[in-house]
């Protein structure tokens, strides 16, 4: 299990109450998709995805990105089990969708850079630190149905 200082519920907290999800999601599904092109295998009913333009306009983009930055939500509700509130989660993306499990570290970097730009210098070390660690284990959780 891991251990969360108060402070860093604190921080995890702030950072996802001031949180835009309509605007912040869809970014950070967009930037991964155009960054990391072979993560577009998974989204192909999606529609066009054919240039960058096109993925940042696409509304089922948009719409799974808020949906993902949503499901971050539960992981922040429950910060002391998120191994268990993500393990249907991960069931699904390991044995339905067959999601390659370095996607969610990828999705959480690009996550970060979104986050990192809206909120500049408020996303100092120690801010970017505990983001960090709370993306990497939701991470883990995800991961866990692959093992």
Known sequence: MVEWT?????????IFSNL???D????ALARCLIVYPWTQRYFASFGNLYNADAIKTNP?????GTKVLHGLDRAVKNLDNIKATYAELSVLHSEKLHVDPDNFKL???????VIAAKLGNAFNPEVQATFQKFLAVVVSALGRQYH
């Open 6 to 14: 108060e402070q860093e519920r604190s921080i995890i907290n702030n």
């Open 20 to 22: 835009d999800y309509d």
């Open 24 to 27: 912040i999601g869809p970014k």
């Open 60 to 64: 089922n983009i948009a719409a799974h």
């Open 107 to 113: 999705l959480a970097d690009c996550l970060t850079i």
